[in-house]
């Protein structure tokens, strides 16, 4: 359910969920609530890896992939809920049973569990740009939520008194999402809830590792089937650590920039150039100023949730389509684009980014495979599919020194097997098996 759109990066709740709390920040990177990162916690915890199953939210027969699913469960005796891993999210938002548009939602019954706390009963309404789609909501939704307390579990690790939203109002997009709620896992160690940093809490991942039910908050993410020794496994999650089963050779570790993750909290890389193909058949990116040259360098911000990928603003998405087929067009207002579907299968092309920057580890190239380019049907136009670049609307930059913000969505992430570790700022990625 997410992409960032422009009120994306709140400093807590941003996601490309893109939630954010109710009072902007000055700049570009809007939200109030904000991410630490913290080394005083020693991550010597009693548990190794573990598997977390993950179920896929689709629509067009499984063409269209929008959301990747964990089951969690919560309070004593415990209360199941299907919830977004989402890489680009801090919290856990989850339906209060007194909500009355959530929709067919699992609801969280406080009354029904004797772990639970009222407190520290701070009330955060959030609002998000983009629902569990492919295309940006036409304007902004909201949710009303309290800060509350209970244990929160998830392949018997266990957090107790975990802080998390509750929310009695979830708008319409929350509502109609399959999952019930979101679970981030985004790369804060420590959050706050509030703009003055009076009200400081761990994430869950942070917890487990401080009860000692994780050595670590590492996340590898593998958004597909594969297994070595002809074991097909479904799409997985691990925490506490990487799953060697998922992936072939090495992890390519590309540095995250620190400050621009902090602020956003998002994993945040540096976008050293933009091409159309791969390997030795690619070409630049075409560039409106100068179509011999790459793209400026920008950075992306990596989102599991997002359910396709952003360009920096309409110009770069245009110069993109204009060099593949000129029947690729907006189809909304919102940034979206696309053509009949026939065209786009036919004209389908990788796309590849060289990523990081060698002051601060690896530079590498990924690439979008042409079995990504198309999105499938959009919806309410039967014939017509959408292309997996979208665009910012109005565009993007960041704060510190002005830089084009891209959106790495799961069209690029699910391509590979991607390793999330908050502690070194690293994202890794390897070939998946």
Same mark, same amino acid.
């Given at each position: 359910?997410?992409?960032?759109?422009?009120?994306?990066?709140?400093?807590?709740?941003?996601?490309?969920?893109?939630?954010?709390?109710?009072?902007?920040?000055?700049?570009?990177?809007?939200?109030?609530?904000?991410?630490?990162?913290?080394?005083?916690?020693?991550?010597?915890?009693?548990?190794?890896?573990?598997?977390?199953?993950?179920?896929?939210?689709?629509?067009?027969?499984?063409?269209?992939?929008?959301?990747?699913?964990?089951?969690?469960?919560?309070?004593?005796?415990?209360?199941?809920?299907?919830?977004?891993?989402?890489?680009?999210?801090?919290?856990?938002?989850?339906?209060?049973?007194?909500?009355?548009?959530?929709?067919?939602?699992?609801?969280?019954?406080?009354?029904?569990?004797?772990?639970?706390?009222?407190?520290?009963?701070?009330?955060?309404?959030?609002?998000?740009?983009?629902?569990?789609?492919?295309?940006?909501?036409?304007?902004?939704?909201?949710?009303?939520?309290?800060?509350?307390?209970?244990?929160?579990?998830?392949?018997?690790?266990?957090?107790?008194?975990? @802080?998390? %939203?509750?929310?009695? !109002?979830?708008?319409? #997009? +929350?509502?109609? /999402?399959? *999952?019930?709620?979101?679970? =981030?896992?985004?790369?804060?160690?420590?959050?706050?809830?509030?703009?003055?940093?009076?009200?400081?809490?761990?994430?869950?991942?942070?917890?487990?590792?401080?009860?000692?039910?994780?050595?670590?908050?590492?996340?590898?993410?593998?958004?597909?089937?594969?297994?070595?020794?002809?074991?097909?496994?479904?799409?997985?999650?691990?925490?506490?650590?990487?799953?060697?089963?998922?992936?072939?050779?090495?992890?390519?570790?590309?540095?995250?920039? @620190?400050? %621009?993750?902090?602020? !956003?909290?998002?994993? #945040? +890389?540096?976008? /050293?150039? *933009?091409?159309?193909?791969? =390997?030795?058949?690619?070409?630049?990116?075409?560039?409106?100023?100068?179509?011999?040259?790459?793209?400026?360098?920008?950075?992306?911000?990596?989102?599991?949730?997002?359910?396709?990928?952003?360009?920096?603003?309409?110009?770069?998405?245009?110069?993109?389509?204009?060099?593949?087929?000129?029947?690729?067009?907006?189809?909304?207002?919102?940034?979206?684009?696309?053509?009949?579907?026939?065209?786009?299968?036919?004209?389908?092309?990788?796309?590849?980014?060289?990523?990081?920057?060698?002051?601060?580890?690896?530079?590498?190239?990924?690439?979008?495979?042409?079995?990504?380019?198309?999105?499938?049907?959009?919806?309410?136009?039967?014939?017509?599919?959408?292309?997996?670049?979208?665009?910012?609307?109005?565009?993007?930059?960041?704060?510190?020194?002005?830089?084009?913000?891209?959106?790495?969505?799961?069209?690029?992430?699910?391509?590979?097997?991607?390793?999330?570790?908050?502690?070194?700022?690293?994202?890794?990625?390897?070939?998946?098996?």
């Amino acid at each position: 359910m997410k992409s960032l759109m422009p009120l994306i990066a709140s400093l807590l709740f941003t996601s490309t969920t893109a939630f954010r709390p109710s009072q902007p920040v000055t700049g570009h990177l809007e939200g109030g609530l904000k991410h630490r990162s913290s080394d005083r916690r020693q991550e010597t915890g009693k548990k190794g890896l573990t598997r977390v199953p993950l179920e896929v939210d689709s629509r067009n027969n499984g063409k269209t992939e929008l959301q990747w699913m964990a089951t969690i469960t919560v309070g004593t005796p415990p209360q199941t809920f299907k919830v977004v891993v989402d890489t680009g999210l801090t919290a856990l938002v989850l339906p209060r049973n007194n909500c009355t548009n959530c929709g067919k939602h699992s609801l969280f019954n406080p009354s029904k569990s004797t772990s639970f706390l009222p407190q520290p009963a701070l009330f955060r309404p959030i609002e998000y740009g983009t629902g569990a789609d492919t295309i940006p909501l036409n304007q902004t939704g909201r949710a009303e939520c309290e800060v509350v307390t209970d244990t929160v579990s998830i392949q018997g690790l266990s957090a107790p008194k975990q @802080e998390f %939203l509750l929310c009695h !109002s979830y708008g319409e #997009t +929350l509502s109609s /999402q399959l *999952a019930d709620g979101i679970l =981030g896992i985004g790369p804060a160690d420590i959050s706050t809830w509030d703009e003055s940093g009076n009200y400081t809490y761990l994430p869950f991942l942070p917890n487990l590792v401080s009860e000692g039910q994780l050595s670590n908050r590492i996340v590898g993410l593998a958004l597909g089937y594969g297994g070595q020794n002809q074991q097909q496994r479904g799409p997985e999650a691990s925490i506490g650590g990487v799953d060697d089963a998922r992936y072939h050779g090495r992890i390519k570790n590309v540095s995250v920039d @620190e400050m %621009l993750t902090t602020l !956003s909290g998002v994993f #945040t +890389l540096d976008v /050293q150039a *933009a091409y159309v193909g791969s =390997g030795n058949n690619k070409r630049v990116w075409p560039n409106s100023t100068n179509g011999n040259k790459p793209l400026v360098p920008g950075v992306a911000y990596i989102d599991s949730g997002t359910a396709y990928m952003l360009a920096p603003d309409q110009q770069a998405a245009e110069n993109l389509y204009s060099g593949i087929s000129k029947d690729i067009v907006p189809l909304n207002d919102r940034g979206s684009w696309g053509a009949s579907c026939a065209t786009l299968d036919e004209v389908a092309t990788d796309i590849t980014f060289t990523i990081g920057t060698k002051t601060r580890g690896e530079v590498i190239e990924v690439t979008i495979p042409k079995s990504a380019f198309n999105l499938g049907e959009y919806p309410g136009r039967k014939g017509v599919c959408q292309a997996a670049f979208s665009h910012w609307d109005p565009p993007l930059v960041e704060p510190i020194e002005g830089r084009r913000v891209w959106l790495f969505g799961s069209p690029l992430i699910k391509a590979y097997y991607t390793g999330w570790n908050a502690k070194s700022s690293t994202l890794g990625w390897a070939e998946k098996v």
